[in-house]
């Protein structure tokens, strides 16, 4: 039986770069995760659109994606906000204070973590160790690491970011 | 590329070199605070001092002494800066023409470096770790000629079993029974796989290793593919390490250039390829079953052994799985040679161990130390002690897995066999310091949440039994624990241990039966006072006998 190759979702060209990235891999099945990993960079997260057009393209059935996006703690299936906050938890970290370092930024930006703020500038993320334990307490800011981050510093950068 | 142009371009690189060397660290750590900005200070001070001919930057990987980056070397002088900033960075040209500079210079002769033997971090520091010249020049590949004309598979297998290296993933399982075991498997393809899913918490030895010394890593599995007779490999890095990711595939693609990694490796009829996979934040991907599921594009579940991936791993082929260091050491044995390699460390755990030192510690960072040196050493000369005067209690070394050992064993050997019998284990080389003002049932609590919200929920005994263990934990901390609650809390332990399915549920209940056995009196001090409290007869004194560390932990 010939398998038949779905159509894109839509004229958006992001679903150029997940097929193409698709295509590097021959379309097999193997590549599910590292397909995902490409939709969320392109998209900033995984949508039910998303979901099953890559079931589709990579025949494997809905049901395993959605296992797979949902097993891996880095697949988010809702939007984040513009700006990502995300506090190491690792034990360096924790030993040197990141929990009062979270709790500092979930006061201020009233919300607990792992949620995003209403107005949608702010997603608040924890990580299990991102590997700067000689910097603990860590904090990655859009995607930069800061290092030796005390509660109030935190914040301060924070509504740095936020202003932006 | 024969080994002609491998000379050729080693010779190539060295005649390019400049009298002065300038190396800017360029690892996560160091980025993190602006070491771009200061190499870009760096070079357009020579620039501006007309020393172009003279002074050279060089982007290199950690230096070890991560608590004080962002850090610059100087060659051949051996001077180190400390803490150097964008702004100050220009100074340190200046003081190589007759100025003086601003920047804090560090001691190269403290006991962190001099005490250290770096095998696998020998180049670490030194070399750019986005150029395969630089690795070239350094002796790199080298081995990799070597055992493809000089050796035959099964002596390259012979000599690793000689050299005693054991897997450096945390359970010290011999690596030349390993990869035995995998040679004498049948199959028609089989697989070399790198487990760089550093999942324990404190730990980064292996972002360092594949940031600052990527091709070390490719060369030591493309010798293991020969050895074992495997075509392709998968290395696996969290995806929690963007920089790691990004320079092993630069490291790839290079290899691939000059025809060290693809088809007819040194014109040989020897082919072998490696792809990265990128993990997506599940410690349970650190098991090796779990890890080959998620290469295969399904949720990292663990399954139960036998069969063991060196009979039916990925897709169902023979595959060897070694740790970062563990490959990271395969060069250096086969270009020294084994016995070299078996003269250093203790009888049964040889040659060096990279261990990260974290925590209450005035020195934070990388360190590469001969095994069998003393917990002490590493913590009261290396480590300089803990800062501000306080008084260092304990040391967590393995992670969630692993377990606490309290000053008073500071004297004990760093080897696999001495820290099981403390009831910890080596793990992957995290070393957390704890000072008096830790405490020690928090931190237990802290290691069960992290093990409960990381279980995969495949069996019952991990999926519950964390979960209790956690609450049991809770109530402790809360002043609202009974003796009884106690009893429970180490009844799980010895259920969940002993009957979880994978290394995670088996070891998950390690932190808690550590400080249990060396801190029972913080446990017993949370007790609440109608509950059986301590004073008085306490049935719970003298410390019941510990439970056993479970000895299957090779999943780390």
């Known amino acids: ?164 | 590329m024969t080994y002609e142009d491998l000379v050729a371009i080693a010779e190539k690189e060295k005649s390019a070199r400049r009298e002065i060397r300038l190396r800017c660290c360029m690892a996560a750590g160091c980025l993190s605070s602006r070491s771009a900005e200061i190499k870009t200070a760096l070079e357009k001070a020579v620039k501006d001092n007309g020393a172009s001919e003279r002074i050279e930057i060089c982007r290199v990987g950690c230096m070890g002494l991560c608590g004080r980056g962002p850090l610059v070397g100087v060659d051949p002088e051996g001077l180190l800066y400390e803490h150097v900033t964008p702004e100050n960075a220009s100074s340190i040209v200046t003081a190589l023409t007759g100025g003086v500079a601003e920047a804090a210079r560090g001691d190269p002769g403290h006991p962190f470096f001099t005490r250290q033997m770096p095998v696998v971090l020998a180049r670490s520091g030194r070399v750019d770790p986005e150029r395969i010249e630089h690795y070239i020049e350094s002796g790199g590949y080298s081995a990799l000629q070597h055992v493809l004309f000089e050796m035959q598979p099964e002596q390259i297998i012979e000599a690793i079993a000689q050299s005693g290296l054991r897997g450096r993933g945390g359970a010290g399982y011999p690596t030349g029974l390993k990869w035995a075991t995998v040679a004498k498997s049948a199959g028609e393809r089989k697989y070399v796989v790198c487990n760089g899913d550093e999942g324990d918490p404190g730990a980064f030895m292996d972002r360092s290793v594949l940031e600052s010394d990527p091709q070390a890593i490719l060369e030591g599995m493309a010798i293991a593919g020969r050895a074992v007779g495997a075509n392709q490999g998968f290395i696996y890095v969290r995806a929690e390490y963007p920089l790691a990711i990004s320079r092993l595939q630069v490291a790839i693609r290079q290899a691939k250039q000059y025809g060290l990694l693809g088809t007819g490796i040194f014109e040989s009829s020897f082919n072998f390829n490696v792809d990265v996979r990128i993990g997506a934040g599940a410690f349970v991907c650190g098991e090796e079953t779990a890890l080959m599921a998620s290469i295969e594009g399904k949720r990292g579940q663990p399954r139960p052994r036998p069969p063991f991936p060196a009979e039916h791993g990925l897709w169902g082929y023979p595959t060897l799985l070694n740790n970062v260091e563990t490959f990271a050491n395969i060069a250096p044995i086969i270009n020294r040679g084994p016995d070299w390699y078996a003269s250093l460390g203790t009888e049964k755990s040889k040659g060096t161990k990279v261990f990260s030192l974290t925590g209450k510690i005035r020195n934070t960072g990388l360190i590469e130390v001969e095994m069998g040196i003393s917990i002490r050493e590493v913590v009261e000369e290396l480590g300089g002690g803990a800062p501000d005067g306080a008084k260092v209690k304990a040391v967590q070394t393995g992670g969630p897995s692993g377990g606490c050992i309290p000053a008073a064993y500071f004297d004990t050997p760093l080897d696999y066999e001495s820290l099981m019998k403390l009831g910890s284990i080596m793990g992957s080389g995290g070393m957390v310091v704890m000072d008096e003002h830790t405490n020690m049932v928090e931190l237990a609590r802290f290691y069960m949440q992290f093990c409960m919200e990381e279980s995969c929920g495949k069996c019952v005994p991990c999926r519950v039994g964390t979960v209790e263990m956690y609450q049991l934990l809770t109530r402790l901390a809360e002043h609202r624990a009974t003796l009884r609650d106690l009893e429970q809390l180490e009844e799980l332990c010895d259920l969940v241990q002993s009957t979880s399915l994978c290394g995670l549920g088996q070891t998950a209940p390690n932190p808690v039966l550590s400080t249990l056995r060396y801190f029972r009196n913080e446990y017993l001090d949370l007790l609440q006072a109608e509950g059986g409290g301590h004073d008085g007869e306490n049935p719970l004194s003298p410390p019941a006998q510990p439970v056993g560390m479970k000895r299957n932990d090779s999943w780390l």
């Not at chain 1, 039986?1 to 979702?9: D, E, F, I, R, T």
């Not at chain 1, 904090?139 to 935190?154: L, M, N, R």
């Open chain 1, 1 to 164: 039986m010939k398998l038949v190759k779905p159509s894109l979702p839509s004229s958006d060209k992001r679903w150029k770069i997940v097929d193409s990235r698709m295509r590097r891999y021959n379309y097999q099945a193997h590549a599910l995760i590292e397909v995902l990993h490409t939709v969320q960079e392109s998209f900033g997260y995984l949508d039910k659109d998303a979901l099953k057009f890559v079931a589709a393209t990579l025949h494997v059935p809905l049901s395993r994606v959605y296992g797979v996006s949902t097993f891996y703690n880095f697949f988010s299936l809702k939007p984040q906000g513009k700006h990502t906050c995300i506090v190491c938890l690792g034990t360096a970290c924790y030993v040197k204070g990141g929990d009062k370092v979270l709790a500092a930024i979930e006061s201020f930006a009233r919300i607990k973590r792992g949620e995003t703020t209403s107005d949608k500038q702010l997603s608040l993320l924890t990580a299990r160790c991102i590997g700067a334990c000689a910097i603990a307490p860590a904090v990655v800011y859009d995607g930069i690491v800061a290092g030796s981050q005390t509660p109030s510093e935190a914040v301060e950068r924070l509504k740095g970011i936020l202003k932006q």
